[in-house]
């Protein structure tokens, strides 16, 4: 048989890509069926939110930090209660990351405040003494892009039901709503309310004077999306 | 027709050789500038005015892809537009379509790159590793690699050796992998097409988009991709590669063409099935993680049957790997593809890799088989293919001896650094003192490894200084005067 498909390239191919499709055929689809559904607790992003995600995507820093708790005591002891599934169901694309020069961001929310993100992404070695991370001094200048956010908020309420301005549980009982824009103006009214909550924490001049002229630098955005990590 | 041996065109090869070298400087180069980012942060150059495009989160992506999509697949596509008019028996200049294909597969090819480039430096990226690029940059990788297809194909159609030689099997593998691994990794929607309530579109970047899977599926689909990018960029055509150069170099025939079916049949069933190791104590379902230790293991058979296939090739000649810097390159080059497939296996083991995962380890384990096997086989191809497709002897022996020390030294650095340092923090993370609690915070994790850092560093250093060494050979081999009127028909380069 082997000698036969050697001579005819087009059964050859055929062959090949049945036997290479076929793991993720077996291990791939039946995982669809049971679209990941999101725990209780868990929100859509925010306007302002997913514009710091993008922030946070735009430099990388999946390369360094991961966002997946593994279910071991030191891992647990470290970040907090171990990753469910259900708590990645609004993760487009997914963060885990594959290496952790710095620590796991998945609970960042939990112990890391609006103020020691401000002089951290400054100065790292300034609060963290010894530590390789660069400082981030360009997202105090850079603007959000909250149009960009704003489309994707859009685009994944219309084709993956994702649940903006509709209640969604909390672990507390309650129901929480998760606003989206019905315009782009009423987005960056949005997303300039939340900043303005971000900024009251915040020391620099600059970037109060931003906020309050209607421009949200990036630092405040990616502040937003890190406090959101719990 | 008359009796004289068929003359190639090497038009395209040649083109991609070009790309092949100067991408590798590139790649290497920002890999060694991140390296030392790493041991020196100062190095990311916070205070000045660039540093946004300098500093190491912005060029950490631009390293792996420049090395990915630059200088591995330019090698893949210059040794395939050589090996393949060869086994195939057919010139491309019989066919003045294949030569259009193959032009235009070339700048089209060097367009996509810019363009990546650009973009990576920008920041416009999905964060996917190695399928960073947004739609616009997919849509052209994927007509490059139609193109690619093309190619391949249309020169099987019009081949004068009706049997396949094994190498133009891996090849065939190569196209048919990736593509259907990136054109299933890369679904997205174009954020463009987002209409609000009083019926605005197009709001925000036009090449901004979302990915179509959400959580644990994207991160499923993504290392279903990510794990075999890998098998079918950096194992496949490498092997397609050995199975021709090494032959021809050392004049000895392959030792078993039924440990090559072996092994190409099973390298296409079980290599797939590995991508769950990424994904090993996340919240993919657990059958799926044991799924990818048990074929990670399994998958040292069809690994170690091509590169002991290699090895039994040389039996009886093993003087040449002693005389000749080409084969050393290429023995070396199957020897640290049996380790790092080896490594590979010992690190999926859930056990191992709850240490080593997120660890340094795997940097090392990557850079084991990249610089190892995949880097060195590359140059050893294409020091087999310059003096055929120049028409000149190659321009030093006796550099190319050095490079193959300095480079060697390089790499030995590289891994031995990378495995003290991924265990070491992998074995500090879990510390507990005798009350239970942590015993280092995560800044002690982390300037214990600066030692091993730099080691690193300097280990990138040499083996870019042996790149150099290469590209220099290169291209004074390149820029000599020609020595042979016609193709050498049977010389080895060393055979001086």
Known sequence: MFHWLEKNPFFFSVVVFVIIAFAGIVEIFPNFAQQSRPVIGTKPYTTLELAGRHVYIKNSCNACHSQLVRPFKSETDRYGDYSLSGEYAYDRPFLWGSKRTGPDLLRVGNYRTTDWHEIHMKDPASVVPGTNMPAYKWMFTNIADINTAFAEQLTIAQFFSVPYNTPVPMKDGSMAVVKMGKSVADAHALALAEARIIVADMKDQGVKDAVASGQIPEIVAIIAYMNGLK | ?496
Not at chain 2, 86 to 115: D, N, P, Q, T
């Open chain 2, 1 to 496: 027709m008359e009796n004289r041996p068929l003359e190639y065109d090497y038009t395209v090869a040649k083109m991609f050789m070009l790309t092949t070298i100067v991408l590798g400087i590139v790649g290497m180069l920002v890999g060694v500038i991140l390296a030392f980012q790493l041991a020196y942060p100062s190095l990311n150059g916070s205070d000045l005015a660039i540093a946004e495009y300098i500093n190491y989160s912005r060029l950490r992506p631009l390293h792996t892809d420049a090395v990915v999509f630059g200088f591995t697949l330019s090698g893949i596509f210059a040794t395939w537009y050589y090996v393949g008019q060869r086994v195939l028996k057919v010139s491309m200049a019989e066919s003045r379509f294949l030569m259009f294909i193959g032009k235009l597969h070339f700048w089209l090819y060097l367009i996509a790159v810019a363009a990546a480039v650009i973009s990576l430096l920008m920041g416009v990226t999905t964060s996917k590793e190695y399928a960073e690029f947004e739609w616009p940059i997919d849509i052209a990788i994927v007509v490059v690699w139609i193109l690619f297809g093309m190619g391949v194909f249309g020169l099987i159609g019009i081949r004068r050796e009706k049997t396949l030689y094994i190498s133009v099997w891996y090849y065939i593998a190569t196209f048919l992998g990736i593509a259907m691994l990136y054109l299933f990794n890369n679904m997205a929607i174009p954020t463009m097409f987002g209409v609000s309530e009083i019926g605005e579109s197009s709001v925000g970047v036009w090449y901004h988009s979302v990915s179509m899977y959400a959580g644990t599926n994207d991160a499923l689909v993504q290392w279903w991709y990510g794990h075999n990018a890998v098998a079918f960029g950096f194992t496949v055509p490498i092997i397609a590669m050995i199975y021709y150069f090494l032959p021809k170099e050392s004049g000895q025939a392959i030792y078993s063409y039924k440990l090559s079916l072996l092994s190409f049949w099973g390298l296409m069933f079980l290599y797939i099935w590995a991508g769950g190791h990424h994904l090993l104590y996340s919240t993919v379902p657990d059958w799926m993680q044991t799924m990818g230790s048990i074929f990670s293991i399994i998958l040292i058979l069809p690994s170690w049957g091509s590169a002991i296939n290699m090895l039994l090739t040389m039996r009886g000649e093993w003087q040449q790997v002693a005389a000749s810097p080409l084969i050393k390159f290429m023995i070396l080059g199957s020897t640290f593809y049996m380790f790092s497939t080896l490594e590979g296996s010992i690190q999926a083991i859930k056990s191992v890799n709850a240490i080593a995962h997120f660890t340094d380890w795997i940097i090392g384990h990557v850079h084991n088989g990249a610089l190892g096997w995949v880097t060195f086989m590359i140059m050893a191809a294409l020091y087999h293919m310059a003096p055929r497709v120049f028409k000149r002897e190659i321009y030093s022996k006796s550099l190319m001896a050095t490079q193959f020390w300095i480079q060697t030294v390089g790499v030995v650095l590289y891994f031995t650094s990378m495995w003290i340092a991924g265990i070491t923090q992998g074995m500090m993370w879990r510390a507990h003192d005798e009350f239970g609690n942590l015993a280092y915070s995560f800044i002690d994790t982390v300037t214990v490894l600066y030692p091993y850092y730099t080691i690193r560093g300097v280990g990138g250093v040499l083996y870019l200084v042996g790149f150099l060494m290469f590209a220099y050979n290169m291209y004074k081999t390149m820029s000599a005067r020609p020595v042979k009127e016609s193709e050498l028909q049977s010389a080895s380069p060393m055979g001086a």
